[in-house]
């Protein structure tokens, strides 16, 4: 029952992505797979292309090359309403909030509940979104407040909120925890357990190598738009992985990528 | 935050959970007004006056309603005005030219058969301007400048610059009048079916708060609530009800019907005048789609964070186009009232109405930097306007000065609603 053995059909499979803005190849030909119940971490200094490249997968972003393919077959992700059709759902780096809404109607934009007459039921939003806070961070209590009054952490509950509340088979978070206290991100790290326990892909993009080596079965480290080198975790030491962040070097343990020891030119 | 500490007034003005932008400017209304009716030695606050203030304040409602949500969206329509002069041009033709050549002059449907024609094409030039802002990104304030100058052109192309006039009887009435209102039985019908409407729905939210076990306002608040609009409603009818019709209105009707008109007169009354009707009914139906629809939902957001709403899947290009429509339809709507009441259709009509309907929304909590605005604010902004003008009217200040001070109030209600916003924000609203 190993998640990553090779005869399984991977969840997600990213082939050859390249996006450039402008000159920048912002990401360069990454390839990567995600399977069912696994979490795979990404880890790259700032810039190297984590957000760009798992907006691609969240139809943020557009592509300039490659495949995606999901249970084995070709997907067509073009926009963010075709990624939630695959079930894929997606916790911003930028949180993407609307902030002059309050938080139910953050979690369920797009999605909204509707009464039997057609109209929103905000009070039945309102609910189910009490229920879902009240599992990730159970302080809050501001419900009838635009988005922009409430804290950093309070605004990426409720992003995190968004994301889980609707069944995700494929869940990414850039950086869920960068704004949570201890208790919260500590709830957060038990919340992607449980989600993995019930076969989730989860796609975890963080700077926090500690956490990374709790939660993810493997990494795969960027630099510079290309992937340095993917491993399990119990393959690689933090050291290596930090190798794999600063220098571009691969160890032993993990499968090279095509960014693997290039010759640096800046 | 801390509720021990407020007065038992402000606490159960909160525990109505009432808006207190609304309410300030409910209470600047009531100040002008009062100010204008003590300056001008109990002139103002009369049935002739106040039935005036609210026919000549529909058509810029109207718009206002819709101006609101394309501000909300970020964007900015300046081609209304023109617009509503082009259309009126054309339900001019269409009712004094076309169909009377198709079905005979009077003919019942031709009012109808116009205002149909007239919404139709509103539809189509919001859409077109909607088009080319949302999907060719051309940022609105370019492309409405555009159309403010197009538009204004095709409305004297439409007849060579000749007025229309006279316009069909039946389409007259949507301007006003004493035929163009409903009478007294009619009125107290509407306010008291709107009275029902406000109960219903005040106990309709309250069981469905209870449904899901939130907290509820206390009872007193509910029936406080309800007391207060009803007794609103119940005295704006009886003050449209207290304007007689004029004497040689009267007498026409009089003739008319056969009826002799006895000594002293005949009281008939005016009630509410239907393109005010129009206006109330304009102003519910977007507060329903602002507040009650998705649409609603997704034009808010948008405001919000545009990117943000793209990302939940909100397909953004279509909602503001369809803003856009919507402005186009009132705008045709808005030329109805205005050319009905004119009694003609002039290549001028509507000629600087974008920027009245924008200063109404502003004064009625509108952010241009996008997200905030209600259609009742909006909608009490263009009453507020209007008394300024009818009040320096009936005191007899002259046309320069009255610019000069809606000009002032327009800066200063931004101003003041800054102010405002930046206090409850402080306070973590
Ligand atoms: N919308 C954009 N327009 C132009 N360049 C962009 C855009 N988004 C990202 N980039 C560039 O692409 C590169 C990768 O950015 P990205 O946000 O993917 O990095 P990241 O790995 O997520 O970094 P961080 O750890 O700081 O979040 C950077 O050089 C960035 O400047
Ligand atoms: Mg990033």
Same mark, same amino acid.
């Given at each position: 029952?190993?998640?990553?053995?090779?005869?399984?059909?991977?969840?997600?499979?990213?082939?050859?992505?390249?996006v450039?803005?402008?000159?920048?190849?912002?990401?360069?030909?990454?390839?990567?797979?995600?399977?069912?119940?696994?979490?795979?971490?990404?880890?790259?200094?700032?810039?190297?292309?984590?957000?760009?490249?798992?907006?691609?997968?969240?139809?943020?972003?557009?592509?300039?090359?490659?495949?995606?393919?999901?249970?084995?077959?070709?997907?067509?992700?073009?926009?963010? /309403?075709?990624?939630?059709?695959?079930?894929?759902?997606? =916790?911003?780096?930028?949180?993407? +909030? *609307? &902030?002059?809404?309050? #938080?139910?109607?953050?979690?369920?934009?797009?999605?909204?509940?509707?009464?039997?007459?057609?109209?929103?039921?905000?009070?039945?939003?309102?609910?189910?979104?009490?229920?879902?806070?009240?599992?990730?961070?159970?302080?809050?209590?501001?419900?009838?407040?635009?988005?922009?009054?409430?804290?950093?952490?309070?605004?990426?509950?409720?992003?995190?909120?968004?994301?889980?509340?609707?069944?995700?088979?494929?869940?990414?978070?850039?950086?869920?925890?960068?704004?949570?206290?201890?208790?919260?991100?500590?709830?957060?790290?038990?919340?992607?357990?449980?989600l993995?326990a019930? /076969?989730?892909?989860?796609?975890?993009?963080?700077?926090? =190598?500690?956490?990374?080596?709790? +939660? *993810? &079965?493997?990494?795969? #480290?960027?630099?510079?738009?290309?992937?340095?080198?993917?491993?399990?975790?119990?393959?690689?030491?933090?050291?290596?992985?930090?190798g794999?962040?600063?220098?571009?070097?691969c160890?032993?343990?993990?499968?090279?990528?095509?960014?693997a020891?290039?010759l640096?030119?800046? | 935050?801390?509720?021990?500490?407020?007065?038992?007034?402000?606490?159960?003005?909160?525990?109505?959970?009432?808006?207190?932008?609304?309410?300030?400017?409910?209470?600047?209304?009531?100040?002008?007004w009062?100010?204008?009716?003590?300056?001008?030695?109990?002139?103002?606050?009369?049935?002739?006056?106040?039935?005036?203030?609210?026919?000549?304040?529909?058509?810029?409602?109207?718009?206002?309603?819709?101006?609101?949500?394309?501000?909300?969206?970020?964007?900015?329509?300046?081609?209304?005005?023109?617009?509503?002069?082009?259309?009126?041009?054309?339900?001019?033709?269409?009712?004094?030219?076309?169909?009377?050549?198709?079905?005979?002059?009077?003919?019942?449907?031709?009012?109808?058969?116009?205002?149909?024609?007239?919404?139709?094409?509103?539809?189509?030039?919001?859409?077109?301007?909607?088009?080319?802002?949302?999907?060719?990104?051309?940022?609105?304030?370019?492309?409405?400048?555009?159309?403010?100058?197009?538009?204004?052109?095709?409305?004297?192309?439409?007849?060579?610059?000749?007025?229309?006039?006279?316009?069909?009887?039946?389409f007259?009435?949507?301007?006003?009048?004493?035929?163009?209102?409903?009478?007294?039985?009619?009125?107290?019908?509407?306010?008291?079916?709107?009275?029902?409407?406000?109960?219903?729905?005040?106990?309709?939210?309250?069981?469905?708060?209870?449904?899901?076990?939130?907290?509820?306002?206390?009872?007193?608040?509910?029936?406080?609530?309800?007391?207060?609009?009803c007794?609103?409603?119940?005295?704006?009818?009886?003050?449209?009800?207290a304007?007689?019709?004029?004497?040689?209105?009267?007498?026409?009707?009089?003739?008319?019907n056969?009826?002799?008109?006895?000594?002293?007169?005949?009281?008939?009354?005016?009630?509410?005048?239907?393109?005010?009707?129009?206006?109330?009914?304009?102003?519910?139906?977007?507060?329903?789609l602002?507040?009650?629809?998705?649409?609603?939902?997704?034009?808010?957001?948008?405001?919000?964070?545009?990117?943000?709403?793209?990302?939940?899947?909100?397909?953004?290009?279509?909602?503001?186009?369809?803003?856009?429509?919507?402005?186009?339809?009132?705008?045709?709507?808005?030329?109805?009232?205005?050319?009905?009441?004119?009694?003609?259709?002039?290549?001028?009509e509507?000629?600087?109405?974008?920027?009245?309907?924008?200063?109404?929304?502003?004064?009625?909590?509108?952010?241009?930097?996008?997200?905030?605005?209600?259609?009742?604010?909006?909608?009490?902004?263009?009453?507020l306007?209007?008394?300024?003008?009818?009040?320096?009217?009936?005191?007899?200040?002259?046309?320069?000065?009255?610019?000069?001070?809606?000009?002032?109030?327009?800066?200063?209600?931004?101003?003041?609603?800054?102010?405002?916003?930046?206090?409850?924000?402080?306070?973590?609203?």
């Amino acid at each position: 029952m190993d998640a990553t053995d090779a005869t399984r059909t991977p969840l997600v499979v990213l082939r050859d992505i390249s996006v450039s803005f402008g000159g920048v190849r912002a990401v360069d030909q990454v390839s990567a797979e995600l399977y069912e119940g696994e979490v795979l971490g990404i880890v790259g200094h700032n810039g190297a292309g984590k957000s760009t490249l798992v907006k691609v997968l969240s139809g943020a972003c557009k592509r300039d090359g490659g495949t995606i393919a999901i249970r084995g077959e070709d997907a067509n992700i073009d926009n963010p /309403r075709d990624a939630r059709r695959y079930g894929i759902e997606t =916790i911003y780096q930028t949180l993407a +909030l *609307a &902030d002059n809404v309050d #938080a139910a109607a953050n979690i369920f934009l797009g999605r909204e509940l509707k009464t039997r007459w057609g109209t929103l039921d905000d009070l039945a939003m309102e609910a189910q979104a009490r229920s879902v806070m009240g599992r990730l961070n159970p302080h809050f209590a501001r419900f009838k407040d635009p988005v922009k009054s409430l804290s950093g952490g309070q605004r990426q509950s409720v992003a995190i909120a968004r994301a889980i509340l609707f069944n995700a088979r494929i869940l990414i978070m850039d950086e869920p925890t960068a704004a949570l206290g201890p208790q919260e991100t500590a709830q957060v790290g038990e919340l992607v357990r449980k989600l993995k326990a019930e /076969r989730i892909g989860i796609i975890l993009i963080s700077h926090d =190598i500690h956490d990374l080596f709790d +939660l *993810a &079965d493997r990494i795969c #480290a960027m630099k510079n738009g290309r992937v340095v080198g993917t491993a399990r975790v119990s393959d690689v030491s933090k050291d290596e992985v930090l190798g794999m962040i600063i220098l571009g070097k691969c160890p032993p343990g993990a499968t090279p990528g095509p960014g693997a020891m290039v010759l640096e030119t800046r | 935050m801390k509720p021990g500490r407020l007065h038992p007034l402000a606490l159960f003005l909160r525990s109505t959970e009432l808006d207190t932008r609304t309410l300030g400017l409910i209470a600047a209304l009531l100040l002008i007004w009062i100010a204008f009716h003590l300056l001008s030695g109990g002139l103002f606050l009369t049935p002739r006056n106040l039935w005036n203030l609210s026919v000549q304040s529909s058509s810029v409602a109207v718009m206002a309603t819709g101006m609101v949500l394309v501000i909300v969206t970020r964007n900015i329509d300046l081609s209304i005005g023109s617009m509503l002069g082009f259309i009126g041009m054309i339900m001019g033709v269409v009712q004094a030219d076309w169909l009377p050549k198709l079905f005979g002059f009077e003919y019942p449907a031709t009012w109808a058969l116009t205002l149909a024609a007239g919404l139709a094409i509103g539809v189509v030039l919001g859409a077109l301007q909607g088009f080319i802002i949302a999907y060719l990104g051309i940022p609105s304030f370019i492309v409405t400048l555009g159309g403010l100058l197009v538009w204004r052109g095709a409305a004297w192309w439409v007849t060579s610059g000749q007025t229309v006039a006279p316009l069909d009887d039946t389409f007259r009435l949507m301007g006003g009048g004493p035929e163009g209102s409903i009478g007294a039985t009619w009125s107290w019908l509407v306010g008291i079916a709107a009275c029902v409407a406000v109960v219903l729905s005040l106990a309709n939210g309250r069981a469905r708060r209870k449904k899901f076990q939130f907290p509820l306002r206390p009872i007193a608040a509910e029936i406080f609530l309800a007391g207060i609009a009803c007794a609103a409603i119940l005295g704006a009818i009886a003050v449209v009800n207290a304007y007689p019709w004029p004497i040689g209105s009267v007498r026409r009707y009089a003739q008319a019907n056969h009826i002799v008109v006895p000594e002293g007169g005949l009281f008939i009354a005016h009630g509410i005048a239907i393109p005010v009707l129009v206006a109330i009914g304009v102003g519910v139906v977007m507060t329903f789609l602002a507040k009650r629809t998705r649409f609603g939902r997704y034009v808010y957001a948008i405001g919000g964070n545009p990117e943000a709403a793209e990302l939940a899947g909100v397909n953004t290009r279509w909602v503001v186009m369809k803003v856009f429509m919507l402005m186009g339809l009132l705008a045709a709507l808005s030329g109805a009232i205005s050319i009905a009441r004119l009694n003609a259709a002039t290549n001028s009509e509507g000629t600087l109405a974008e920027l009245l309907v924008i200063a109404a929304s502003v004064i009625g909590g509108t952010s241009l930097a996008g997200g905030v605005g209600t259609v009742a604010g909006a909608m009490l902004g263009a009453v507020l306007m209007q008394s300024l003008q009818s009040g320096m009217v009936l005191l007899g200040v002259d046309t320069p000065l009255q610019n000069i001070v809606v000009g002032a109030v327009l800066v200063i209600a931004a101003w003041l609603d800054a102010v405002y916003r930046r206090r409850a924000g402080a306070a973590g609203s």
